[in-house]
């Protein structure tokens, strides 16, 4: 369902399965960038245009349904346990166990768990240190609580510095210097812009893929956005969820409404990728939510089991 990041994302091995994202409802207001976006002199695998596309040109029928599971925030005994009750049920068609990205916060987290997870086959991601910054802060903060969080995860959880690679910024307050600050540090991928329906997303159907930002942002910005080309820096857009009427009920988390009201959504949404243009989906969460009604484990269970 969803698998570890690697450092390249060539159409022509299983390496761009390994992208993963999260979830948060996006605040109602003025966009902060208008649409404007062209890609040219583009060459796959270092530069991967916006587009709704599988990458590579690529037959549809031969593309895999990707399916990104994603926690957010500290690690601690009880979310480990939590999500054990998901990831640990269920497998791949191929027989390999399901894995998520966890985009950790180091301030609050057990690296003992953060090492159980990242043995246990996860990708593991940065989400600063002190989950403090907002779309104000200045570069310099941003060194510090995205430097600072990847060499304690990599110290102090045993994990290799080079497979700590993704980024989200804490309730998705990114801003200009974010992004330089994670192309100064020679990440691969940030997952902090919410994409709804636009200018190439146009439907639940035909969502884009995750792309480099070599041309800019493709993707209307809600919050301050990169005002320069950051070449090999991949964007994984938050995908929203969608209802029965096309409208946007939820970027993270669930939707409202009873469980078997958000398990048909969910169906939807992913039967709407499989029999579009199979752009991945994502299952954005966070493990205090879920956890708090046991109700909504089993929907996620019974999600991934359906799926």
């Known amino acids: 369902m969803s698998s570890r990041v690697h450092p390249s994302f060539s159409p022509l091995t ?13 605040a109602a207001g003025p966009r902060a960038q208008a649409f404007d976006y062209s890609c040219s002199n583009c060459a796959s695998p270092d530069c991967v245009c916006a587009s709704i596309q599988p990458p590579g040109g690529l037959n549809i029928t031969n593309v895999p349904q990707i399916v990104l599971i994603t926690f957010d925030d500290a690690v601690n005994s009880s979310r480990y346990g939590i999500v054990q009750q998901i990831l ?22 057990d690296y003992r768990l953060v090492q159980e997870l990242f043995s246990q ?3 593991i991601a940065i989400h600063t240190m ?15 609580e995205i430097y600072g969080c990847r060499k304690a995860l990599s110290e102090l959880a045993q994990i290799p510095l080079g497979d700590i690679v993704g980024f989200r910024a804490p309730g998705l307050d ?16 940030d997952a902090s812009i919410a994409e709804g329906l636009g200018a190439l997303s146009t439907s639940g159907s035909t969502m884009i ?3 480099t930002l070599d041309n800019g942002l493709a993707q209307y910005a809600y919050k301050p956005p990169p005002q320069t080309n950051l070449p090999g820096l991949f964007e994984v857009p938050l995908w929203q969820t969608f209802n029965g009427a096309g409208a946007a009920v939820c970027t993270m988390d669930f939707p409202a409404g009873s469980s078997n009201e958000i398990l048909d959504i969910f169906k939807l949404n992913l ?7 199979r752009a991945p989906l994502g299952l ?20 991934i089991r359906w799926a």
């Open 14 to 26: 299983s390496t761009w399965l390994f992208l993963c994202v999260l979830m948060i409802l996006i």
């Open 88 to 109: 640990t049920n269920h497998v791949n068609p191929n027989g390999t166990p399901i894995q998520a990205t966890f985009y950790v916060m180091t301030d609050g987290s």
């Open 121 to 123: 086959g996860h990708d």
């Open 130 to 144: 002190s989950h403090t910054t907002t779309t104000n802060t200045d570069i310099d903060t941003w060194r510090r």
């Open 174 to 189: 990114y801003n200009h210097f974010s992004f330089l600050a994670l192309a100064e540090a020679g990440l691969q991928y």
């Open 209 to 211: 893929w995750p792309y």
């Open 271 to 277: 039967e709407n990728r499989y029999f579009g243009t």
């Open 284 to 303: 954005f969460m966070h493990a205090s939510y879920v956890g708090e009604q046991a109700w909504r484990i089993d929907l996620v269970n019974e999600f």
